[in-house]
């Protein structure tokens, strides 16, 4: 995908010919799957399942009723055992709730366009605290490499994609399966190799807490569950809690990686800043973000209202 100009023009994206063809292959054909959830089709087919995806609901792949994915894949595969590229899709919610029902049809459209993904729940508060998201997504992570033939995984292409808190969950998941020093400062055991994971998707996420504001319409809610999540009220301060802050711990090992937000979104400028972090890095990143005056202004999660002009 590409950014956009205050006239609605694409500018071209971010080159990305430094990366193996692999990954090239792989993020180009994510991006263009991304551009088909914008489309006045996807709009028609919200509340659908394409009639050539097959999904299996519910699957555990961990302890705990929360532990569960939903996995979509082409019709096409059947009598096959082609392994696919696979992208894990970790929910929004304010790190309080949301559901992988959220991002159904997304992670529908991506399967129509050749990607295993699996879509995951992870467990909130009062049930867990910061980090268990994090932990509980290498456990997905493991389930899908344990079983990658049967499941049409290729072990050795995987995507991690958040919106919202789930961004910055998928953000955090990358930092750990690609510094080891941040795997011990959090105490996460990363089951996926840094080789093994080819990209991340990252839509309208916050990544760094001391930067974060809370007088906006979304974060001005999110003091009280971000307490919950850290499990104390004094979060900002807390040196667990530090590692929230995953742009502080981003190292040049991060993934290429897809970053956006809307121009009416909290969290625009933690995602401009995180970009600009990943590129200062030499990370390949590939950006969308609009100019201040573009309208109809973009809202936090922007990607989610496909009937917005933008997406026409």
């Known amino acids: ?34 551009a ?46 082609r392994p696919l590229p696979t992208v894990l899709w970790v929910h929004g919610g304010g790190w309080a709730g949301g559901s992988k029902d959220y991002v159904a049809k997304y992670a529908a459209a991506l399967a129509a366009g050749g990607f ?20 509980q997504a290498f456990e997905a992570f493991a389930y899908i490499k344990r079983d990658a033939a049967r499941l049409h995984v290729d072990p050795v292409r995987l995507f991690i994609a958040g919106d919202s808190a789930g961004a910055q969950i998928a953000a955090q998941v990358a930092a750990v399966a690609t510094s080891p020093a941040y795997a011990r400062r959090m105490g996460v055991k990363p089951t996926i190799a840094a080789r093994e994971l ?3 998707l990252l839509y309208s996420g916050a990544y760094d807490l001391a930067t974060m504001g809370f007088d906006g319409p979304i974060t001005s809610k999110l003091a009280g569950p971000l307490a919950h999540y850290a499990g ?52 390949r990143v590939d950006d969308m973000f609009f100019d201040a005056d573009f ?18």
């Open 1 to 34: 995908m590409s950014a956009v100009d205050r006239n609605g023009a694409r500018v071209h994206p971010r080159d990305m010919t430094g990366l193996p063809s692999s990954t090239r292959a792989c993020m180009g054909a994510i991006f263009f799957s991304l």
């Open 36 to 81: 088909l959830l914008l489309s006045p089709g996807a709009v028609r087919a919200a509340n659908d399942t394409p009639d050539n995806v097959a999904v299996q609901r519910d699957i555990p792949y961990g302890a705990g009723d929360d532990a569960k994915l939903d996995l979509y894949l082409p019709k096409s595969l059947a009598g096959s055992r």
């Open 116 to 135: 295993a993904v699996a879509a995951m729940d992870y467990s909130v508060p009062p049930k867990a605290i910061y980090p268990t998201p994090v932990r």
């Open 198 to 200: 080819r990209g991340a």
């Open 232 to 283: 104390t009220q004094t979060f900002r301060a807390d040196k667990t809690f530090a590692t929230f802050s995953v742009a502080r711990f981003v190292t040049s090992a991060f993934p290429p990686t897809f970053i956006t937000a809307g121009n009416d979104d909290d969290f625009e400028d933690q995602s401009r800043d995180f970009a600009a972090r990943l590129k200062k890095l030499g990370v």
């Open 295 to 312: 309208t109809p202004r973009q809202p936090h999660v922007y990607v989610f209202a496909v009937d917005q002009p933008i997406g026409r």
